[in-house]
């Protein structure tokens, strides 16, 4: 049901648009990253960090509009829901941004030296994130739970990757000493992927608090992380 | 700032002051209330929303009988203050008013001197004996109702020479002199403005340490603000009765989530 103010139903549009124009920049920057690091095109690299600008300004037009409505409207129930929501979902996907761009400077990096023999199994880790990325997006527009949801149970299987990675990473560098920097960059560009991973489910949390009310709950099936010591 | 104690606005568990059971009130063949049942809890602001004419004032006015007054006014159902029913033919309906005070939209003292207007309540329930007693009470009343300040050099001056705020808490302060238990106010911020409903607001805050208050708002902002439960009122029916941060953030009702976002058609 529209608001009898019908300016309030715009603003709220508004903020929602930005968010979706956000979501679609994340998703280009971070398809480009990959591709850059799959076809080592640097130039292609330079132009995703470049780009990254843009979805900073969007967070903080979103922010301002966000505040500005929170201030002038005094929002309630859902529609505050809707805007809180906002606020959260604009900055992480600025992080994912920043996630993006950090993989096409490493990119860059990598470009420097041979091939890596690992690139294509952080392509396919990278293609599952992007994946789940545009779902939970998806899941926004079109306020589906159960979507959101299935996004968030799936993220153990990226995590699952990264630890298959880390673990053919390591080995591939103790046998070559002369991978060690490449292999390096390939660890962080993994470890960035495993993070939008993170990122994302965040999301699918904010779709469901949206539309129930109620956090979604913090026992999501997780992989369990390698590289750290046994305590 | 009083209203952000957020961890103290979920209402804490406490008793019922009054309760309302399968509560009906017709005005010759209208029924403007249909079966209403509510708890009011005591030290408890409970707010009263919903859009105009869906019976907030007739369902305020059951609780202190001021129906009663009304020509073909009929009420149907119980309501129990401290479990006792004060419909029952025993209560004294001006006695029950002592106990269950009321404040209303407009500003209305008495043309009589400010200390007039606060001690005509003790005065005529003959709560007092003496004038050192009156004085004593009429101060202590103007105090909490925070007029003091404002009124102690002009007690002889009539109270509708005060302003538009200042008459409202001398309102207040004439509901509480004959120390009620329960403060029934009818959108007493509405002819005010907002560093005077601010002072209200606070007031109403600082006085549900003594008493249950309820209070009708059609701002919706003032009963997130001053509430610690509120009740959504629709078509002579309470659709929703919940803590009140609650109904301003998750609403159970789709018709409450309507009226509370301004999307009431
Ligand atoms: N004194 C009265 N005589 C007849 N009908 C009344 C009287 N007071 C209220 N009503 C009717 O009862 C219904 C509820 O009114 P009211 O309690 O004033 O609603 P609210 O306070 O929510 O605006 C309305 O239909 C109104 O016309
Ligand atoms: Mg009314």
Request: proline fraction near 4%; hydrophobic fraction near 40%; glycine fraction near 6%.
């Amino acid at each position: 049901m529209p608001h009898i103010v019908t300016a309030f139903d715009d603003d709220l549009m508004m903020i929602q648009a930005r968010i979706s124009e956000m979501g679609g920049l994340a998703e280009e920057l971070l398809a480009q990253a990959l591709e850059a690091v799959e076809k080592r095109d640097a130039a292609l690299a330079e132009r995703v960090i470049a780009r990254d600008k843009r979805i900073d300004e969007l967070e903080i037009e979103v922010e301002e509009a966000a505040t500005q409505l929170i201030a002038l409207r005094q929002p309630m129930a859902k529609d505050l829901r809707v805007l809180i929501s906002a606020l959260k979902i604009s900055t992480t996907l600025e992080r994912i941004g920043d996630l993006a761009k950090n993989i096409a400077k490493r990119a860059i990096v990598v470009t420097k030296h041979g091939p890596v023999k690992l690139t294509s199994s952080i392509i396919r880790m990278g293609r599952s994130t992007q994946a789940q990325l545009s779902q939970v997006l998806n899941a926004y527009t079109a306020r589906d739970t159960d979507a959101a949801v299935a996004v968030w149970q799936r993220d153990v299987e990226v995590d699952e990757m990264y630890n298959a990675l880390f673990r053919e990473l390591l080995t591939y560098m103790m046998e070559d000493s002369r991978m060690i920097t490449a292999g390096a960059q390939m660890l962080f560009i993994a470890k960035n992927l495993e993070r939008i991973g993170d990122h994302t489910t965040h999301i699918s949390e904010m779709v469901y608090y949206i539309q129930k009310g109620e956090p979604l709950g913090d026992d999501r099936p997780k992989g369990e992380p390698v590289g750290l010591d046994a305590e | 700032m009083t209203n952000m104690r957020m961890a103290e606005q979920a209402a804490r568990h406490q008793d019922n002051k009054i309760e309302a059971r399968d509560v009906h009130v017709y005005y010759g063949a209208n029924e403007a209330i249909k079966g209403v049942d509510v708890d009011i809890l005591d030290k408890t602001v409970t707010a009263f929303i919903g859009p105009s004419g869906c019976g907030k004032s007739t369902f305020l006015r059951c609780l202190n009988r001021m129906n009663d007054t009304i020509d073909g006014c009929r009420i149907t159902g119980q309501i129990l203050m401290d479990g006792d029913d004060i419909y029952a033919r025993s209560v004294d309906p001006v006695q029950l008013r002592a106990k269950v005070g009321m404040v209303f939209q407009k500003p209305n003292p008495f043309p009589k001197s400010i200390y007039d207007n606060v001690a005509y309540g003790p005065r005529i329930h003959g709560l007092v004996s003496n004038k050192a007693d009156l004085d004593e009470v009429v101060e202590k009343s103007l105090r909490r109702a925070a007029i003091w300040d404002e009124a102690k050099d002009r007690l002889n001056e009539p109270g509708t020479g005060l302003s538009g705020g200042q008459q409202q808490r001398l309102c207040i302060a004439r509901a509480i002199a004959t120390a009620p238990e329960v403060l029934l106010m009818d959108e007493p911020c509405s002819a005010l403005d907002p560093i005077a409903t601010a002072q209200i607001e606070e007031l109403i805050d600082e006085l549900r340490s003594s008493f249950s208050v309820v209070i009708v708002t059609h701002s919706m902002q003032q009963a997130a603000r001053v509430s610690q439960k509120t009740a959504f009122f629709h078509l002579g029916e309470v659709m929703e009765y919940d803590d009140t941060p609650k109904i301003f953030t998750n609403p159970e009702n789709p018709k409450t989530q309507d009226y509370i976002t301004g999307r009431y058609g």
